[in-house]
């Protein structure tokens, strides 16, 4: 997840008593009796906030589990009556039945790559030698449980390609378990790390860098605050208490760090992170005897990543003083002596990777993609071509390499595998998708609409071609705007099964988000929060008064920060929207720095540790604000396993929002079994989450399903 000066005095309601049960005011829906316990009361700088739904954080208690339980029992009872749910359910997992790959990346001699037959829950990794060779399966993760709710995150090959390490989650937790794999024989090694979380595989002769934290206390697994993450080096064939403590800050406890082995094996570079945004740089040359690692920044006001070593070079993105990233030279040895190899654009420098002695470089342009090639130098070789406008969602290159691949998507169009020759120029595909549905019977806009205080925003609008403005069209408008996080013209399966049925499919570029760099994101963070708000409230408004819908006919939509917009937006305009989805979002914004890695989200939010702070989070916290009214139809949804946003946001809001919704529209939420904040999510449970989602949405959008 990732995310804007006024003083503001909140007046809060003193609860009397000790201890209340509330009284449900919506007469068509028989809400659970969620206990108030009025003596939690918190005290900021002077002002009283209370919490009577505090005891819902732990999600370990009974009392929590039977909520939960009762919870669901609600909302599936809602859902199961919808007359059309099974049909979006059959269409849904129809059109996701279609074969799928993604670009492949080199190591050593082989191209590793991941393949889906259609709906296996899992994406399989595969591998083979060069582009002509015979395809063989590497590993399934489909076989490492009976709901497919394992999932591979983080790879590592060592420079032979021999071994593979490689991370899997259970149940969609960020914590990972780490294990080893013999690549041409398939088989396992005894190899087995714990406790694993944010954390790459970087290989080192006969082992590999990685990064913990120690083990948490039993039943607090899921939210307990993570600190003293370490970097460590686990040498093959050995237990994992033996592993070598590599870094640790014993005086900084909420740092996070990680490290990454330059391609030739000569420099050990140690990143550190306090938050989402910004992180120091260290190293150490490997030929030298001195194993400390040498600062390079040691600030975290920017951020840098090492492309590669030049020789005795670093070949560095960073966006400091070029808030939309620049390349630069470095000499580790005296950060001052720098040199400018492809300077600041107009346009965000998303990423560059070398390729046959060339920078091969994506930026984003007005939220779409171009990818230009230059020399060493700097100097610009040419642009590739592109298919058409949209987004190239992965980009592989090898160093010793002229052949590169990437895959190409937009809104409508499945993501397809292209390999480019940077001698020859060519592009030709490699792989290309066959699924039910016909793109060319739809099209997207591109519109730029004034916020509140005049900023124009950029936001995409697809639809079937030829449909009347006649104010009547049922919309479905999401939204992210925070942690530098760019929403870029995705293929998203689950959209096509809306637009079949007449849908206008509206996504907003937020201030907060990284669309136009540096400075766009630090537009909608901390004290500037409100205007990723204000900026998602005019679209909504612009979709209306371009006559696409009504408010009779409108959805949003937003998962992690974008559920906390989507919270807040309906507690500042409930009369805006027809209908809410906020998916895992961060709805307590007084207390989320307490939980898991939740402190790193403060770069964004700012926290309620500081005075100024607090008065601005206060004014915009979606928990803080539901008042005794009536609220849009809300489906909060969220899992049992999530670690990132714990589910504690979602429980406390709902439950508010049931207290005080005025209104005859349903304030349902609905909590996943067995699954995390989103990555790894099976796809068998991808299609029952959006079944729901669709199902809630039509209903109440009065759609019929075609």
Same mark, same amino acid.
């Given at each position: 997840?990732?995310?804007?000066?006024?003083?503001?005095?909140?007046?809060?309601? &003193?609860?009397?008593?000790?201890?209340?049960?509330?009284?449900?005011?919506?007469? $068509?829906?028989?809400?659970?009796?969620?206990?108030?316990?009025?003596?939690? @009361?918190?005290?900021?700088?002077?002002?009283?906030?209370?919490?009577?739904?505090?005891?819902?954080?732990?999600?370990?208690?009974?009392?929590?589990?039977?909520? =939960?339980?009762?919870?669901?029992?609600?909302?599936?009872?809602?859902?199961?009556?919808?007359?059309?749910?099974?049909?979006?359910?059959?269409?849904?997992?129809?059109?996701?039945?279609?074969?799928?790959?993604?670009?492949?990346?080199?190591?050593?001699?082989?191209?590793?790559?991941?393949?889906?037959?259609?709906?296996?829950?899992?994406?399989?990794?595969?591998?083979?030698?060069?582009?002509?060779?015979?395809?063989?399966?590497?590993?399934?993760?489909?076989?490492?449980?009976?709901?497919?709710?394992?999932?591979?995150?983080?790879? #590592?090959?060592? $420079?032979?390609?021999?071994?593979?390490?490689?991370?899997?989650?259970?149940?969609?937790?960020?914590?990972?378990?780490?294990?080893?794999?013999?690549?041409?024989?398939?088989?396992?090694?005894?190899?087995?790390?714990?406790?694993?979380?944010?954390?790459? @595989?970087?290989?080192?002769?006969?082992?590999?860098?990685?990064?913990?934290?120690?083990?948490?206390?039993?039943?607090?697994?899921?939210?307990?605050?993570?600190?003293?993450?370490?970097?460590?080096?686990?040498?093959?064939?050995?237990?994992?208490?033996?592993?070598?403590?590599?870094?640790?800050?014993?005086?900084?406890?909420?740092?996070?760090?990680?490290?990454?082995?330059?391609?030739?094996?000569?420099?050990?570079?140690?990143?550190?992170?306090?938050?989402?945004?910004?992180?120091?740089?260290?190293?150490?040359?490997?030929?030298?005897?001195?194993? &400390?690692?040498?600062?390079?920044?040691?600030?975290?006001?920017?951020?840098?990543?090492? @492309?590669?070593?030049?020789?005795?070079?670093?070949?560095?993105?960073?966006?400091? +003083?070029?808030?939309?990233?620049?390349?630069?030279?470095?000499?580790?040895?005296?950060?001052?002596?720098?040199?400018?190899?492809?300077?600041?654009?107009?346009?965000?420098?998303?990423?560059?990777?070398?390729?046959?002695? $060339?920078?091969?470089?994506?930026?984003?342009?007005?939220?779409?993609?171009?990818?230009?090639?230059?020399?060493?130098?700097?100097?610009?070789?040419?642009? =590739?071509?592109?298919?058409?406008?949209?987004?190239?969602?992965?980009?592989?290159?090898?160093?010793?390499?002229?052949?590169?691949?990437?895959?190409?998507?937009?809104?409508?169009?499945?993501?397809?595998?292209?390999?480019?020759?940077?001698?020859?120029?060519?592009?030709?595909?490699?792989?290309?998708?066959?699924?039910?549905?016909?793109?060319?019977?739809?099209?997207?806009?591109?519109?730029?609409?004034?916020?509140?205080?005049?900023?124009?925003?950029?936001?995409?609008?697809?639809?079937?071609?030829?449909?009347?403005?006649?104010?009547?069209?049922?919309?479905?408008?999401?939204?992210?705007?925070?942690?530098?996080?760019?929403?870029?013209?995705?293929?998203?399966?689950?959209?096509?099964?809306?637009?079949?049925?007449?849908?206008?499919?509206?996504?907003?570029?937020?201030?907060? #988000?990284?669309?136009?760099?540096?400075?766009?994101?630090?537009?909608?963070?901390?004290?500037?929060?409100?205007?990723?708000?204000?900026?998602?409230?005019?679209?909504?408004?612009?979709?209306?008064?371009?006559?696409?819908?009504?408010?009779?006919?409108?959805? =949003? *939509?937003?998962?992690?920060?974008?559920?906390?917009?989507?919270?807040?937006?309906?507690?500042?305009?409930? +009369?805006?929207?027809? =209908?809410?989805?906020?998916?895992?979002?961060?709805?307590?914004?007084?207390?989320?720095?307490?939980?898991?890695?939740?402190?790193?989200?403060?770069?964004?939010?700012?926290?309620?540790?500081?005075?100024?702070?607090?008065?601005?989070?206060?004014?915009?916290?979606?928990?803080?604000?539901?008042?005794?009214?009536?609220?849009?139809?809300?489906?909060?949804?969220?899992?049992? *396993?999530?670690?990132?946003?714990?589910?504690?946001?979602?429980?406390?809001?709902?439950?508010?929002?049931?207290?005080?919704?005025?209104? +005859?529209?349903?304030?349902?939420?609905?909590?996943?079994?067995?699954?995390?904040?989103?990555?790894?999510?099976?796809?068998?449970?991808?299609?029952?989450?959006?079944?729901?989602?669709?199902?809630?949405?039509?209903?109440?959008?009065?759609?019929?399903?075609?």
């Amino acid at each position: 997840m990732g995310i804007k000066k006024s003083t503001y005095f909140f007046p809060v309601l &003193l609860l009397l008593g000790s201890c209340s049960t509330n009284t449900v005011q919506n007469k $068509k829906f028989n809400y659970p009796q969620a206990r108030k316990d009025s003596t939690v @009361i918190d005290d900021y700088f002077g002002t009283k906030v209370p919490d009577p739904y505090r005891w819902l954080e732990d999600d370990n208690s009974e009392e929590t589990k039977n909520w =939960v339980k009762d919870e669901n029992a609600i909302t599936f009872s809602y859902l199961d009556k919808i007359p059309f749910r099974n049909k979006i359910k059959e269409r849904l997992t129809k059109i996701w039945n279609y074969p799928k790959e993604t670009a492949p990346f080199k190591k050593g001699p082989y191209l590793f790559y991941y393949k889906n037959d259609g709906i296996q829950n899992q994406n399989v990794l595969y591998f083979k030698k060069g582009e002509g060779g015979e395809p063989k399966l590497l590993l399934d993760p489909n076989t490492l449980s009976k709901d497919g709710t394992v999932s591979l995150g983080t790879l #590592g090959i060592d $420079k032979t390609a021999k071994y593979l390490g490689y991370s899997i989650s259970r149940a969609g937790s960020d914590w990972n378990e780490i294990f080893v794999m013999n690549i041409e024989t398939g088989s396992q090694l005894e190899d087995h790390l714990n406790w694993v979380k944010f954390s790459g @595989i970087s290989w080192l002769g006969d082992g590999f860098y990685y990064s913990r934290f120690e083990q948490t206390k039993k039943g607090g697994e899921l939210s307990q605050a993570n600190e003293n993450h370490r970097v460590y080096f686990h040498r093959l064939g050995t237990k994992q208490e033996n592993d070598k403590l590599i870094f640790e800050d014993k005086e900084h406890p909420k740092r996070s760090f990680a490290l990454s082995v330059t391609e030739d094996e000569r420099f050990l570079l140690l990143y550190g992170y306090e938050s989402t945004s910004g992180n120091s740089l260290s190293f150490r040359d490997l030929k030298s005897s001195n194993k &400390l690692f040498k600062p390079i920044v040691t600030g975290f006001e920017n951020n840098f990543s090492v @492309i590669d070593n030049i020789e005795n070079k670093f070949l560095i993105q960073t966006d400091r +003083d070029a808030p939309k990233y620049r390349v630069i030279l470095l000499n580790p040895e005296d950060p001052k002596d720098e040199k400018i190899i492809i300077p600041e654009k107009p346009d965000v420098l998303e990423s560059a990777g070398l390729a046959d002695g $060339k920078i091969v470089t994506k930026y984003l342009k007005d939220v779409t993609n171009k990818i230009f090639v230059y020399s060493l130098q700097g100097e610009l070789i040419n642009e =590739v071509e592109l298919p058409g406008l949209g987004i190239v969602s992965s980009i592989n290159t090898d160093h010793k390499d002229s052949i590169m691949y990437y895959t190409f998507e937009n809104f409508t169009t499945s993501p397809s595998v292209y390999n480019y020759n940077l001698n020859s120029k060519s592009n030709s595909i490699s792989w290309k998708p066959s699924l039910d549905f016909n793109a060319e019977e739809y099209e997207t806009k591109q519109v730029f609409y004034p916020s509140k205080d005049g900023t124009k925003i950029p936001m995409f609008i697809t639809h079937k071609k030829g449909i009347p403005l006649d104010g009547n069209n049922p919309t479905f408008l999401y939204g992210y705007g925070g942690f530098n996080i760019s929403v870029t013209p995705a293929f998203k399966i689950v959209n096509l099964v809306f637009l079949e049925n007449g849908g206008v499919y509206a996504v907003a570029n937020m201030r907060g #988000g990284g669309e136009y760099g540096e400075d766009w994101h630090k537009a909608g963070t901390k004290l500037k929060k409100q205007n990723v708000f204000d900026d998602f409230i005019a679209a909504a408004e612009y979709l209306i008064q371009e006559k696409y819908t009504n408010t009779k006919k409108l959805a =949003v *939509h937003g998962r992690s920060n974008g559920g906390l917009l989507i919270g807040a937006v309906m507690t500042q305009r409930p +009369d805006l929207f027809k =209908v809410c989805v906020p998916g895992v979002g961060v709805m307590d914004m007084l207390r989320f720095h307490r939980f898991t890695i939740g402190k790193h989200w403060s770069s964004d939010y700012g926290n309620s540790e500081d005075e100024e702070n607090f008065r601005n989070l206060i004014k915009f916290s979606p928990l803080h604000n539901i008042k005794n009214q009536e609220y849009p139809a809300t489906l909060v949804t969220t899992a049992d *396993h999530d670690d990132r946003v714990v589910p504690a946001h979602s429980f406390k809001f709902a439950a508010t929002l049931q207290e005080n919704q005025q209104g +005859d529209q349903p304030t349902l939420i609905r909590i996943d079994v067995s699954a995390g904040h989103g990555a790894g999510k099976p796809v068998s449970k991808q299609i029952d989450e959006w079944t729901d989602v669709w199902s809630f949405v039509f209903y109440n959008l009065g759609m019929e399903v075609r």
